[in-house]
């Protein structure tokens, strides 16, 4: 069975620390996404990678970047967290090829909640 | 870059009812629309999706329609039953970018019994 898991549901955090948020897919997808979901705004790209160490700014990069040094493995990374970053993030992952089926489509993970006091 | 609009943001049907959300692009290069269903406490999961070149889709209670014309398309459940409650998300790919999805504001949708 597909499964895109991330390393927490709930996080809590100050303004100012640095989080990280983990994401592991066991389907050898070279495409993964992050996203944040926000009531009334829908899913917004904020980071997207196609490759091991390749990665491409989403429609909302500021505040964030991110790491891919393995296909499984995708990290957030919020470099000093504020209240406006207080969201749902949700992983995804896809495959590329035209013989994906369906094509592209993208598998989620649960979400990770995160406050930022 | 691509702009998907979706309406309405909250529906309640009756239990048997219908249940239609509709979306609008604005990159007319766009050509493949999936819609997505997200469950509480869980991520989207795909439910069905359409191609530009296909005017209508079906999966049993389901339905997608496609105007490219009008640069609009639907979602359409019969017979709603309670665990059809969720919130659904349209999307779109525009063809510059195979792999990036530009989703609607979502609709949260309740079935009551």
């Known amino acids: 069975d597909v499964k895109v898991t991330q390393s927490s549901r709930y996080l809590v955090k100050r303004t100012g620390e640095k989080v990280f948020l983990e994401c592991v897919q066991d389907?050898?997808?070279?495409?993964m996404f992050w996203y944040r979901q926000d009531p009334g705004l829908g899913l917004r790209l904020i980071y997207f990678s196609y490759d091991v160490k390749m990665k491409e700014k989403g429609d909302i990069p500021e505040g964030y970047s991110v790491s891919r040094e393995k296909k499984e493995r995708f990290s957030l990374i919020l470099e000093s967290a504020s209240t406006n970053q207080t969201s749902m993030y949700l992983c995804?992952?896809?495959?590329?090829?035209?013989?994906?089926?369906?094509?592209?489509?993208?598998?989620f993970g649960p979400g990770t909640r995160l406050t930022v006091l | 870059g691509e702009n998907v609009e979706q309406h309405p943001s909250t529906l309640s049907v009756q239990e048997g009812d219908s249940a239609v959300i509709k979306c609008t692009y604005s990159d007319s290069a766009s050509n493949y629309f999936p819609w997505y269903k997200q469950e509480l406490g869980k991520g989207p999961q795909l439910i069905i999706d359409i191609r530009s070149n296909v005017g209508e889709k079906k999966d049993q209670r389901i339905a997608v329609t496609l105007n490219k014309t009008a640069k609009h398309f639907s979602l359409h459940i019969t017979e709603t039953q309670p665990e059809d409650s969720a919130v659904y998300f349209c999307?779109?790919?525009?063809?510059?970018?195979?792999?990036?999805?530009?989703f609607g504001a979502g609709t949260t949708v309740t079935v009551r019994a």
């Open positions: 389907m050898d997808h070279e495409n």
């Open positions: 999307a779109a790919i525009p063809r510059s970018n195979d792999y990036k999805l530009s």
């Open positions: 995804a992952s896809s495959s590329p090829h035209l013989l994906a089926a369906p094509w592209n489509e993208q598998f």
